[in-house]
């Protein structure tokens, strides 16, 4: 599992990020708070604070193409 920080601060933001975070089979999780969303969910995503820096959690052991991908988003 890979941890990292992301910023989503327009809907075309979230957008794209549910776009390529869709091209994957593995599951990837959004966690703001106490809250834990489903990263391919764009209701899930717009549920949470989007004013503050949100975690992503990437369940796969070779994390290394979504992160490259996901690199524009980070925080």
Not at 15 to 40: C, H, M, P, Q, W
Request: overall charge negative; hydrophobic content about 45%; charged content about 30%.
């Amino acid at each position: 599992m890979k941890s990292f920080d992301v910023t989503l601060k327009s809907i075309t933001d979230v957008k794209n990020f549910v776009n390529i975070v869709n091209k994957y089979d593995f599951e990837v999780d959004l966690t703001s708070g106490r809250y834990v969303v489903d990263a391919k969910s764009i209701m899930g995503i717009f549920s949470l604070d989007l004013g503050k820096p949100i975690r992503v959690e990437v369940h796969t052991d070779a994390p290394e193409a979504i992160c490259e991908e996901l690199k524009p988003f980070m925080a």
